[in-house]
């Protein structure tokens, strides 16, 4: 088997990793590490990117540590690996100390491990409760008549008693009075202010509304000297940044559909082929101990795989025949590296040869028999 070490010199000491970002599964960005980088150099992302990458407003900017999601994973028809709905459910801890290559594989994912701002999120929750408690019908409240409306209608009346405008003035203070509407409306304004309470809070949590700061000052610095100039560009590809982001099993079986039709030259050829249905799964969901789960120790081979493909073993030199592939892909038929590079990252390889095909049929076929037998 190639040693682990050889394999990540020839691609110059250097391998991808993802890096969840806002706790979405739609955001797995691509980074480059060393094999000698620790996990600590991975919170350098969330100092120099003012952007906001925790869950919600409800958590710190910083994370306060990293987890490796353990979970399989798919294997795609030409070999790629994606992550599956169980990537952030299986996980395994470990130490900001700790290199990157002692636990991860090429292309595994990393996951932040985020604080709650409790701080923040008592405030937060604190003026909403508030908020509502002044909106209380009159007929309930020990306070009635203090809800925001009555605050911004009291200013306006005042401020048109102070410009003599008295009638609309006497208006105003009339509509403030306590016990102005009837029960049934008081309550019906109430549970509409719940529900926009609650929708609030709900837009907070799931982190639909999530900026970097609400300070207004401080956002103000940032949009002024937080610029992607050229100085920031080389910082972020410092960082290993690839600006790419992994695809989820759908969007990978979509794009994968249109780039076979494409390849064959349309939709009739395709279905003379009878590639919809070879399209229908085009990969195989990995069972305990294959695929992100292997061992980054195991002394397995490619000549193990070909040998007995019905479990799926992770190892480097899977991943430098797949690399040796599609680089030569990149040399000889690519119209577009770039790009191409771009669509590596995010789906996969999308080409194979016949010795990857046969290691992924064999594991496809192991899993079609699994499945008729449960």
Not at 42 to 60: G, V
Not at 235 to 250: F, P
Request: aromatic share 14%; charged share 25%; with cysteine.
């Amino acid at each position: 088997m190639s040693d682990p070490a050889d394999v990540l010199d020839a691609q110059d000491a250097v391998f991808e990793i993802y890096v969840r970002m806002n706790d979405d599964s739609e955001k797995d960005y691509c980074f480059n590490v060393t094999i000698n980088d620790s996990f600590d150099k991975l919170l350098k992302i969330f100092d120099s990117l003012k952007i906001s990458l925790r869950p919600s407003i409800f958590y710190n900017q910083r994370p306060i540590g990293f987890k490796i999601s353990k979970s399989p994973g798919y294997l795609t028809d030409n070999g790629g690996l994606l992550f599956d709905n169980n990537a952030d459910k299986l996980t395994q801890n470990v130490k900001l100390s700790d290199k990157i290559s002692d636990y991860c594989w090429p292309g595994q994912l990393v996951l932040p491990i985020w604080e709650e701002n409790y701080f923040l999120s008592y405030s937060i929750i604190s003026l909403l409760l508030v908020w509502l408690y002044t909106d209380l019908p009159d007929f309930i409240s020990p306070t009635p008549g203090i809800c925001l409306t009555n605050q911004l209608s009291r200013f306006f009346a005042n401020l048109a008693q102070h410009f003599n405008y008295d009638k609309l003035a006497q208006d105003l203070f009339a509509e403030i009075q306590p016990h102005q509407s009837t029960k049934l409306i008081q309550i019906f304004f109430f549970i509409i202010h719940i529900v926009k309470i609650a929708f609030l809070y709900f837009a907070l949590s799931l982190g639909i509304f999530n900026p970097y700061t609400i300070n207004p000052i401080k956002m103000r610095k940032i949009v002024a000297h937080d610029k992607l100039d050229e100085a920031k560009k080389l910082e972020l590809i410092a960082l290993g940044w690839t600006g790419t982001r992994r695809s989820t099993l759908d969007e990978y079986r979509e794009f994968y559909k249109d780039f076979k039709i494409k390849q064959v030259g349309g939709i009739v050829k395709a279905s003379k082929l009878g590639l919809f249905e070879k399209l229908r799964e085009p990969g195989v969901f990995l069972d305990d101990g294959e695929g992100f789960q292997s061992d980054l120790n195991n002394t397995t081979s490619l000549k193990d795989l070909e040998l007995d493909s019905s479990k799926f073993i992770l190892n480097f030199d899977w991943f430098a025949i797949i690399g040796e592939n599609y680089e030569y892909y990149l040399d000889n038929e690519s119209k577009d590296k770039g790009q191409d590079v771009r669509n590596y990252r995010r789906y996969g390889p999308l080409i194979s040869n016949e010795r990857i095909e046969k290691i992924v049929q064999g594991r496809k076929d192991k899993g079609k028999e699994l499945k008729k037998e449960k």
